[in-house]
């Protein structure tokens, strides 16, 4: 079963790349037996930087189940996740993922999400992409009427 | 000109959360002296986890912009981005990020971001989101496709 949601998934990176939609990635959200959404790269058909085969197979799934949280769902990918799409994962309480390729691999071909796992181990001072901070007391103001605010939806 | 496009993004977070469409999170796109783009956090009203402001913001500015590719922007975000906005923000190329709160403020009214920081910091099999690696070889060769079509768009 594992094998084959997984080969779904590369299928997936294989048409995305053919189809002229992205980047070479694919992924499928499962529930037990059941795929509940697919996805691959649309990055630069749709231009949205953010439509990686992951996020956007989590799109799908949420959109499919009508919920942000896909607890008892795992993800199948074509490729290691990128810190993004991590990220993404995390936040879609996804159960657990599978992956093929890694992140070193992508890197071979030419996609940086090696450079950004690097980037991150890095002190924020030493980042290529630089931060900087800005009227924190004003907006801190808002998170405590978050706290106070009565019928918040958590999540 | 700092301040004012902060302000903006702070009264975003407050917009957003006193409408009911999320958490209290708001940021802009900005290039030279003009706002490209705005977004808040929809996770809950929307039913999509990725929808954080960052991330809602990026992908409005690159609607408007027409590309995948936001050189020459830099966007001000009134909380420092999760792991998973920073991994947008990355491939989006922008240029600089200017924030206000911090993922400890988040954290403390209830968002993971420095869980999901701290995850990222442990070894993978230490992690609480397990992962497995499967089927590499198949995934490798759709790679090895992808390296070798002629008019593959780079990004």
Redesign the interface.
Same mark, same amino acid.
């Given at each position: 079963m594992?094998?084959k949601f997984?080969?779904r998934a590369?299928e997936l990176?294989?048409l995305g790349?053919t189809n002229?939609e992205g980047?070479?990635f694919g992924a499928v959200v499962v529930r037990g037996d059941e795929v509940i959404a697919e996805g691959n790269n649309k990055?630069?058909s749709?231009?949205?930087?953010?439509m990686?085969a992951e996020?956007t197979a989590?799109?799908n799934a949420?959109?499919s189940l009508?919920?942000?949280? @896909?607890s008892g769902c795992e993800i199948?990918t074509?490729? +290691?996740p990128?810190?993004?799409?991590?990220?993404?994962? *995390?936040?879609?309480?996804?159960?657990?993922?599978?992956?093929?390729?890694?992140k070193e691999?992508?890197a071979?071909?030419?996609f940086?999400d090696k450079?950004?796992y690097e980037?991150?181990d890095l002190p924020k001072e030493k980042r290529k992409?630089?931060?900087?901070?800005? @009227?924190?007391t004003?907006?801190?103001k808002?998170?405590k +009427?978050?706290?106070e605010?009565e019928?918040?939806?958590? *999540?």
């Amino acid at each position: 079963m594992k094998e084959k949601f997984m080969q779904r998934a590369i299928e997936l990176s294989r048409l995305g790349m053919t189809n002229d939609e992205g980047g070479p990635f694919g992924a499928v959200v499962v529930r037990g037996d059941e795929v509940i959404a697919e996805g691959n790269n649309k990055v630069t058909s749709e231009n949205d930087p953010t439509m990686h085969a992951e996020v956007t197979a989590i799109r799908n799934a949420c959109k499919s189940l009508g919920t942000f949280d @896909l607890s008892g769902c795992e993800i199948y990918t074509s490729c +290691e996740p990128c810190l993004m799409c991590l990220g993404a994962i *995390y936040w879609a309480r996804l159960d657990k993922i599978y992956y093929a390729n890694t992140k070193e691999d992508a890197a071979e071909i030419g996609f940086d999400d090696k450079f950004i796992y690097e980037e991150l181990d890095l002190p924020k001072e030493k980042r290529k992409l630089k931060m900087e901070q800005l @009227l924190h007391t004003e907006a801190k103001k808002v998170f405590k +009427e978050w706290e106070e605010k009565e019928e918040r939806i958590k *999540y």
